[in-house]
């Protein structure tokens, strides 16, 4: 056939019967003529000629090994896939405060009946209470929100020993991967409250005042709630941490600690000001 190209100069082709993108007998360009095969955008000759198989019947069989969805490629595909969820889920979500706590704390603890208090306090003022979606002190949290009307959000995550999201979570996201799930306490949140936990509350609290302290979030307080459990650590890093020059002055001021419900809803309420003033 032939074809009119820019500035009337005409191409010749010999062969029409590559348009489905599976040419075998093409002639190429170079001067050789030697045969070419097209898969897809890819252009083989020579030796690279050569294959048993097409890309649609490498796709379409079922059979092989599988172990390719462990690979790093694939993983980098789940990873992308959990942002694009959550940003889905939760790109119209109103305020919100993120609240961290312990999975092990029991119904009849102190501190269930705190979280749920909490819980409904965020509610209260029209603030949706993020968890980790979990049982526990997260289970109270979310258990107040959604019992009292306001928006209650699980983030949970896979892991050997948790039930996945507890029967109060009214939108809940599961991930895999913990650096994607925290990326949705964070994005969401205008405010941190720590309640009463271990490792993980841990690991929450000093990541999210190490953003705020490089400036990576827009800075927003960062509330540990329960004196009698909190005290010893602010105390340490009052008089060490900032005692021997590790943080500035600036740095603990990021932290409130209290026991009042009130003050802390007033921190969250002043912070969620503070973000809409910025925004």
Request: glycine content about 12%; overall charge negative.
């Amino acid at each position: 056939m032939t074809i009119e190209g820019p500035g009337d100069s005409l191409y010749s082709t010999e062969d029409d019967g590559g348009e489905n993108g599976e040419d075998t007998g093409n002639t190429g360009n170079g001067s050789d003529h030697s045969p070419e095969k097209r898969r897809g955008p890819v252009v083989l000759r020579r030796s690279r000629l050569q294959e048993p198989t097409t890309t649609d019947q490498r796709l379409l069989d079922s059979r092989g090994p599988s172990d390719w969805v462990h690979t790093d490629p694939w993983r980098v595909l789940r990873i992308q896939a959990e942002f694009v969820e959550g940003f889905g889920a939760l790109a119209e979500v109103p305020r919100a405060t993120t609240v961290f706590g312990s999975a092990r704390t029991s119904r009849e603890h102190p501190e269930y009946q705190a979280g749920l208090e909490l819980g409904a306090a965020l509610a209260g003022i029209g603030c949706a209470a993020i968890t980790g979606g979990g049982p526990g002190t997260m289970e109270a949290v979310n258990r107040g929100a959604s019992e009292a009307g306001g928006l209650s959000i699980g983030l949970g995550i896979e892991l050997p020993f948790e039930q996945g999201l507890n029967p109060w979570v009214d939108l809940g996201v599961n991930f895999r991967y913990f650096f994607t799930r925290k990326t949705m306490f964070v994005k969401y949140a205008q405010a941190f409250v720590c309640l009463p936990g271990g490792f993980g509350t841990m690991d929450e609290l000093f990541e999210s005042l190490t953003l705020v302290q490089t400036k990576k979030v827009t800075k927003f307080p960062v509330v540990m709630f329960g004196r009698s459990y909190w005290q010893g650590l602010y105390d340490w890093i009052r008089d060490t941490m900032y005692g021997t020059g590790k943080i500035g002055e600036k740095d603990l001021a990021l932290l409130h600690l209290t026991d009042d419900l009130e003050d802390a809803v007033r921190v969250v309420e002043e912070a969620y000001q503070a973000w809409e003033d910025t925004h």
